[in-house]
């Protein structure tokens, strides 16, 4: 079972599409090929994370060899979503000061600070 995290800007489907791509490649690849025992399962959107979607899959595969498997997809997912510029989310924080009952937010005031050093 493997869990991936996406960013919520991401195209669902897109990104589906990538890791069944990636899991294609390595059912081919002749040193996997031997430890995967059924394709890819893609059970979608396992959750709404504070910073990302994550994405739970599975591979069915000889017994022990699920560990190199997970390590090679993620390590191949990876380099796919690098070259597809698919953000892998790190985590933030988005700060909301909330509403009025007429609707209006008030605004952030910031200040800034001079002659500020770190000693």
């Known amino acids: 079972m493997i ?3 996406i960013a919520y800007r991401e195209n669902i489907d897109d990104v589906c599409n990538v890791m069944r791509e990636v899991a294609e490649e390595l ?3 002749k040193v996997f090929s031997t430890r995967i025992l059924e394709n890819i399962d893609i059970a979608g ?3 709404w994370a ?3 979607i994550i994405l739970r899959c599975r591979f069915k595969t000889v017994a ?3 560990w190199s498997v997970r390590r ?3 390590r191949r997912l990876k380099q796919a979503f690098d070259a597809r510029g698919i953000e892998i ?3 933030h924080l988005t700060l909301y000061a909330g509403q009025d009952k007429h609707g209006h937010a008030p605004p ?3 200040a800034e600070r001079k002659n500020f050093s770190i000693q």
């Open 45 to 47: 959107i396992q959750e």
């Open 108 to 110: 952030f005031h910031i």
């Open 64 to 66: 022990l060899e699920q």
């Open 72 to 74: 090679e997809f993620l």
């Open 50 to 52: 504070d910073s990302a």
């Open 27 to 29: 059912l081919a690849d």
């Open 89 to 91: 989310p790190l985590p």
């Open 3 to 5: 869990d991936v995290s």
